[in-house]
Nanobody, 126 residues
Framework: QVQVEESGGGLVQAGGSLRLSCTAS????????MGWFRQAPGKERESVAA????????NYADSVKGRFTISRDNAKNTVYLQMSSLKPEDTAVYYC???????????????????WGQGTQVTVSS
């Protein structure tokens, strides 16, 4: 059983930056691939960024490439999402998710993760 909890959301002006954190419980964090997803009102949940349990592979949605960076610190059981050059269309609830020994494709699929956080709201004003 893995529990994940997001933090770091908030209100920011367009062009600004935020860093989201996701901390996982347990001693198996290093065996879990991690993903960040988001869901805006009236839209389906979508993958934003993902990182494999090895940390060697990362994946980004086209809409955030060059602006968002995902990283992980296994010593702190934490995965980060650094978001820069934020746009109003980035406004959404951001979720962290985990899947054991997942490939980058699997952890990027919102149907696959076994564990989800409660989400953190990110609002970008124009």
């Amino acid at each position: 059983q893995v529990q994940v909890e997001e933090s770091g959301g908030g209100l920011v002006q367009a062009g600004g930056s935020l860093r989201l954190s996701c901390t996982a419980s347990g001693r198996t964090f290093s065996s879990h691939s991690m993903g960040w997803f988001r869901q805006a009102p009236g839209k389906e949940r979508e993958s934003v960024a993902a990182i494999t349990y090895t940390g060697l592979l990362r994946n980004y949605a086209d809409s955030v490439k060059g602006r968002f960076t995902i990283s992980r610190d296994n010593a702190k059981n934490t995965v980060y999402l650094q978001m820069s050059s934020l746009k109003p269309e980035d406004t959404a609830v951001y979720y962290c998710a985990a899947l054991s020994f997942a490939t980058i494709q699997q952890i990027s699929d919102p149907r696959r993760p076994d564990y989800w956080g409660q989400g953190t709201q990110v609002t970008v004003s124009s």
